[in-house]
Nanobody
Framework: QVQLVESGGGLVQPGGSLRLSCASS????????VAWFRRPSGKERELVAV?????GSRWSMEDRFNIYRDSAKNTVLLQMRNLKPDDTAVYYC?????????????????WGQGTQVTVSS
């Protein structure tokens, strides 16, 4: 059974930083494309960052977000800097074996339960 578990969310002041973790069990996600999505309250889900299998390519919606992999821990992390209130959302990690260009939510069969990030003073 594949499980993705996110952690690292919480309340942070504007301008602060957070590092989200996505730990996998039952699947070696170094072989997968792994993405972070977020869903602000009352809004559509959006892609935040994606990392290709073996880490050769990566993309993020803003330079403030950096996605990277800790293969030894079978974990993918999202480092977020200079956080803004508009970054408030539930953040989800997702994994799949599609190509790096396959970034629609439907391309990722494995999802975590989400972690809340709240940016507020």
């Amino acid at each position: 059974q594949v499980q993705l578990v996110e952690s690292g969310g919480g309340l942070v002041q504007p301008g602060g930083s957070l590092r989200l973790s996505c730990a996998s069990s039952g699947r070696t996600i170094s072989r997968d494309n792994v993405a972070w999505f977020r869903r602000p309250s009352g809004k559509e889900r959006e892609l935040v960052a994606v990392l290709s299998a073996m880490g050769g390519s990566r993309w993020s919606m803003e330079d403030r977000f950096n996605i990277y992999r800790d293969s030894a821990k079978n974990t993918v992390l999202l480092q977020m800097r200079n956080l803004k209130p508009d970054d408030t959302a539930v953040y989800y990690c997702a994994a799949g074996s599609g190509s790096f260009a396959s970034t629609a939510a439907a391309d990722f069969p494995y999802w975590g339960q989400g972690t809340q990030v709240t940016v507020s003073s």
